[in-house]
Structures are given as structure tokens and as C-alpha cells.
């Protein structure tokens, strides 16, 4: 790792390990992705978390004239920071956020099935990113051929990251990207996300809009969010 974290591949370290007589000098360009991923993949989500965070507290800060009334943002930070599940829900900060996401793979109008979807939201008054979402509908192991028909293995216990229905087209995975991230820093940041600029397509026109029984039912009760549409990724 630390001859990768000087410029020096995978190549070069396994050819190390070789004049030196130590283990694996093969595989250690094939395995040094993988590797280091495994080993620096917690350190990398909690940077990135606090780099989003320090974002909408820079984003606030400049959004403080679409506050509510009696909002307090050093109250409103200092909650964020302990975690403060009991401050008051009125007195929430507020922001206008766009957002879009990319695929894996490029759609089409006839094909859409990309395995996986990022998407980010970026605050209208800073322009920094405040929130991202992944979305994967499909799983090395539990989509592997011998847990599926006819063989249907159970397959083993694992820590899966599918979290979207591969039935559906991967074009749905941003209005639920975006919702997910809405959700995130509610429950979270203690962020109202009021007024949203997104592509203006008919998936998020149907699924981005006021809170209906289903949403409640299985994300609780939420603040109205007003998504604003237009002929050019949307308009305020």
C-alpha cells in the first residue's frame, strides 16, 4: 500500500515482493484494488459523510434568508453534531438542493438495465454537494447462476448492497435515489429539503411528488417537498 500511495502500481510492488523473496509476488497487482478497498473503505464512507456535512452547514448558512421564523443556526449545528433526536422539528434548517444521477451503463428509450445508479444533491446556494445515494439492483452472490433456477441454493450469509428491485428499470433509481437522500438528511441532518431541481421526465413527476399513504406508511411522516420541474433539468 504505501508503494501504491507514493505513485508505484500494483506492478511495481509485486515485482518487490518477488526480489524479495516475500509471498504472492503474482497476484498482488491482480488483489491491490480489492485489498486496499477492503482496508480503507470505512475511512473513506466517514470522510466522505463529514465532508457532506461540513457542506450543508456551509449551504445553511447561506440559505438563512428561506428560514423559518426563531431559527437558530448555531442551535440547529450543535444538534446536528450530538446527534440531537429532540430538537424541535420546526425549527429545522431549510434548503433548495438540484440533483441528477449517472449509471453504469448508457440507456436508452427502449433500454434501461444498468446495475447500479449514483446520485448527488447539491445546494442551490453554495453549489456544494450535501447528500448522495447509490442505488444497486443486482448482488455478486445472491444473483450468482447456482442461486438461481433450477438450482435456487440458499446462498450464504453476506453483507448484501442491493437495495433496489431489480424488476424495475433502472430509470426509476433516481426518483428513489433522490427520496432517499431527502429522507437521509431529515432524519439525520435534521434538513428539510423544500424545493427540489430535478430532471423534468414522467418517473419523477410520479414519484416525486407530496407525501401519499404509501410513503408514510413505510418512511413515516414527512415534510412536504415541492419538486419544481422544467423543459432544462428543471427551474426554480
Same mark, same amino acid.
Given at each position: 500500500?504505501?508503494? !501504491?500511495?507514493? @505513485? =508505484?502500481? @500494483?506492478?511495481?510492488? @509485486?515485482?518487490?515482493?518477488?526480489? +524479495?523473496?516475500?509471498?504472492?509476488?503474482?497476484?498482488?497487482?491482480?488483489?491491490?484494488?480489492?485489498?486496499? *478497498?477492503? %482496508?480503507?473503505?470505512?475511512?473513506? %464512507? =466517514?470522510?466522505? %459523510?463529514?465532508? +457532506?456535512?461540513?457542506?450543508?452547514?456551509? *449551504?445553511?448558512?447561506?440559505?438563512?434568508?428561506?428560514? *423559518?421564523?426563531?431559527?437558530?443556526?448555531?442551535?440547529?449545528?450543535?444538534?446536528?453534531?450530538?446527534? =440531537?433526536?429532540?430538537?424541535?422539528?420546526?425549527? /429545522?434548517?431549510?434548503?433548495?438542493?438540484? =440533483?441528477?444521477?449517472?449509471?453504469?451503463?448508457?440507456?436508452?428509450?427502449?433500454?434501461?438495465?444498468?446495475?447500479?445508479?449514483?446520485?448527488?444533491?447539491?445546494?442551490?446556494?453554495?453549489?456544494?454537494?450535501?447528500?448522495?445515494?447509490?442505488? !444497486?439492483?443486482?448482488?455478486?452472490?445472491?444473483?450468482?447462476?447456482?442461486?438461481?433456477?433450477?438450482?435456487?441454493?440458499?446462498?450464504?450469509?453476506?453483507?448484501?448492497?442491493?437495495?433496489?428491485?431489480?424488476?424495475?428499470?433502472?430509470?426509476?433509481? %433516481?426518483?428513489?435515489?433522490?427520496?432517499?437522500?431527502m429522507h437521509h438528511l431529515w432524519d439525520h441532518l435534521l434538513l428539510h429539503m423544500f424545493e427540489t431541481v430535478t430532471d423534468d421526465d414522467s418517473k419523477m413527476k410520479?414519484? /416525486?411528488?407530496?407525501?401519499?399513504?404509501? /410513503?408514510?406508511?413505510?418512511? @413515516?411522516?414527512?415534510?412536504?417537498?415541492?419538486?419544481?420541474?422544467?423543459?432544462?433539468?428543471?427551474?426554480?
Amino acid at each position: 500500500m504505501s508503494m !501504491v500511495a507514493h @505513485g =508505484d502500481g @500494483g506492478t511495481e510492488a @509485486g515485482a518487490a515482493l518477488g526480489f +524479495l523473496d516475500l509471498c504472492h509476488p503474482t497476484s498482488c497487482e491482480i488483489g491491490m484494488f480489492h485489498n486496499m *478497498e477492503k %482496508e480503507l473503505i470505512f475511512y473513506a %464512507e =466517514d470522510i466522505g %459523510e463529514s465532508v +457532506l456535512r461540513h457542506a450543508a452547514f456551509k *449551504e445553511v448558512k447561506k440559505s438563512l434568508s428561506i428560514q *423559518e421564523s426563531g431559527f437558530d443556526f448555531d442551535r440547529w449545528k450543535e444538534a446536528v453534531l450530538s446527534e =440531537d433526536l429532540t430538537h424541535p422539528k420546526h425549527l /429545522c434548517a431549510r434548503v433548495r438542493a438540484s =440533483d441528477d444521477m449517472g449509471w453504469n451503463n448508457r440507456g436508452s428509450a427502449k433500454r434501461r438495465d444498468s446495475h447500479s445508479g449514483h446520485c448527488m444533491a447539491m445546494g442551490c446556494a453554495s453549489g456544494l454537494p450535501i447528500a448522495m445515494a447509490s442505488m !444497486v439492483n443486482w448482488c455478486r452472490i445472491c444473483d450468482s447462476p447456482r442461486h438461481r433456477a433450477p438450482l435456487g441454493l440458499a446462498p450464504p450469509v453476506h453483507n448484501c448492497y442491493k437495495n433496489f428491485d431489480p424488476a424495475l428499470a433502472s430509470g426509476d433509481m %433516481e426518483p428513489a435515489g433522490l427520496l432517499d437522500m431527502m429522507h437521509h438528511l431529515w432524519d439525520h441532518l435534521l434538513l428539510h429539503m423544500f424545493e427540489t431541481v430535478t430532471d423534468d421526465d414522467s418517473k419523477m413527476k410520479a414519484r /416525486c411528488r407530496w407525501n401519499d399513504d404509501q /410513503c408514510a406508511e413505510h418512511h @413515516g411522516q414527512r415534510p412536504m417537498v415541492l419538486c419544481t420541474t422544467g423543459k432544462k433539468k428543471g427551474k426554480l
